[in-house]
Structures are given as structure tokens and as C-alpha cells.
């Protein structure tokens, strides 16, 4: 299976700093890179996506980058604000097995 | 209805008890997941439905697990004989299409507490 690590495991910024996370998997098949946000006590919810036949997605001011061949991609978080807090899970995926697996979590804490 | 409904939000079950969490998906939604969320870690795949069927239940952790769709919409996790272990948020999510390749949307989760 996915062996997938995020770090760093908490990240603390100052509001309008960057911030930025990073996942590494292990399975060179992977091909589906999402994020997920999830907030104290709410549901995950999808925040940004990439497939494998793209370096680099942008939506705002959050981006992911992806580098297959080190098997590794990031997210990015510009002009953070504090309703940015929460944990952020990266989830790769081989799109040969039905179901994400999830890091074990970056908590992002921006203060004001 | 407007998102994935789970019920009850919270539970607390005396050890021993059995349980029962339901999942009400988006409408017309074909795939079905179980996730489970032990505090401060990231959701751990239990098992998963494409309509009502089971395809892969290799995340159960225990034959005290059991999970079914009977009709391809809603789903309801069973645990039997609770124990303390058991005790996390309980994460079902929906999908358009086959697996998880299309996005996929999670309820608000039920939390269960085994005392």
C-alpha cells in the first residue's frame, strides 16, 4: 500500500506570510494528488487537486506543485489569513486502487 | 439532499455495546466510503461500496466490523461488542463516479465514545 508522510507535523505563521507543506509517497503509480482542510471538528473538504500529467495547479492563493519523480508535492499557501487555520491532510492516490490514503496531518496555525 | 448526512453525531456506547452509524450520501452518488479518524490523525480507510456492493473491506479492523448498502444508497457501519480502542470519528463519504477519482465529499462524521 501508499506510505504517504507530510511535514511539517505543525506549522505556525505570522497572517500574511506563506506557508507551505509537503507530502512524500512511496507508490510510483500514484497519480491523483489532493488536499484536504479540515477545521476543528468539521469535515474534510477537497481544497486543491493535481493529476499526474500536471506540474503545477493554482487557485488563488493556494497552489500545489508536484515533482513525480522524486515522489513528492507540496502545497502552497500565500497571504495567509487566520481562517487558514486547520489541519491540511494530503491524500495521494494510484488511480488503479478506489480510495485515497491520507498523511497523518499538518496543523497550520496563523496568528493575527 | 445538500451534502453527506451522518447520524447519530455523537455517540457513547458502554463497552460491550453494539453500535450502529448510518450514512446518507449525496443523491445518485455510486461510491460509498468508511473512513475512521482516531483524535490528532488523519482518516484511515475502512471499507468501500461501489452501489451495494462491497468491494473492498480490507481497512475493517475486526469481524466485530461490519458494513452494508443494501439498496446502493444509504449505509450503515455496524460494531459489535464495543471496546475502548473503537473510540474515534467515524468519516463516510460519497463520489460520483468509481472510487475516488472524482471528488469526493465526506459527512460531518459521528463521533463515537466507548466507555
Known amino acids: 500500500g501508499e506510505n504517504v508522510e507530510q511535514h511539517p507535523s505543525t506549522l505556525s505563521v505570522q497572517e500574511g506570510d506563506s506557508a507551505v507543506i509537503k507530502c512524500t509517497y512511496s507508490?510510483?503509480?500514484?497519480?491523483?494528488f489532493p488536499w484536504y482542510k479540515q477545521e476543528l471538528g468539521k469535515r474534510p473538504q477537497l481544497i486543491i487537486d493535481?493529476?499526474?500529467?500536471?506540474g503545477e495547479k493554482k487557485d488563488q492563493r493556494i497552489a500545489v506543485t508536484l515533482n513525480k519523480t522524486a515522489k513528492h508535492f507540496s502545497l502552497h499557501i500565500t497571504e495567509t489569513q487566520p481562517e487558514d487555520s486547520a489541519v491540511y491532510f494530503c491524500?495521494?492516490?494510484?488511480?488503479?486502487?478506489?480510495?485515497?490514503?491520507f498523511g497523518k496531518g499538518t496543523m497550520l496555525l496563523v496568528s493575527p | 439532499g445538500a451534502g453527506v448526512s451522518q447520524s447519530p453525531r455523537y455517540k457513547v456506547a458502554k463497552r460491550g455495546q453494539d453500535v450502529a452509524l448510518r450514512c446518507d450520501p449525496i443523491?445518485?452518488?455510486?461510491?460509498l466510503f468508511w473512513y475512521q479518524q482516531a483524535l490528532g490523525q488523519g482518516p484511515e480507510f475502512l471499507t468501500y461500496?461501489?452501489?451495494?456492493?462491497?468491494?473492498?473491506k480490507s481497512g475493517l479492523p475486526s469481524d466485530r466490523f461490519f458494513a452494508e448498502r443494501p439498496e446502493g444508497s444509504v449505509s450503515t457501519l455496524k460494531i459489535q461488542r464495543t471496546q475502548q480502542e473503537d473510540s474515534a470519528v467515524y468519516l463516510c463519504?460519497?463520489?460520483?463516479?468509481?472510487?475516488?477519482?472524482?471528488?469526493?465529499?465526506f459527512g460531518q462524521g459521528t463521533r463515537l465514545t466507548v466507555v
Open positions: 463519504a460519497s463520489s460520483l463516479g468509481q472510487g475516488m477519482n472524482t471528488e469526493a465529499f
Open positions: 507508490d510510483s503509480a500514484s497519480n491523483y
Open positions: 493535481i493529476r499526474s500529467n500536471v
Open positions: 491524500a495521494p492516490m494510484n488511480s488503479g486502487y478506489s480510495t485515497l490514503t
Open positions: 443523491s445518485g452518488h455510486v461510491s
Open positions: 461500496f461501489q452501489n451495494e456492493a462491497q468491494l473492498d
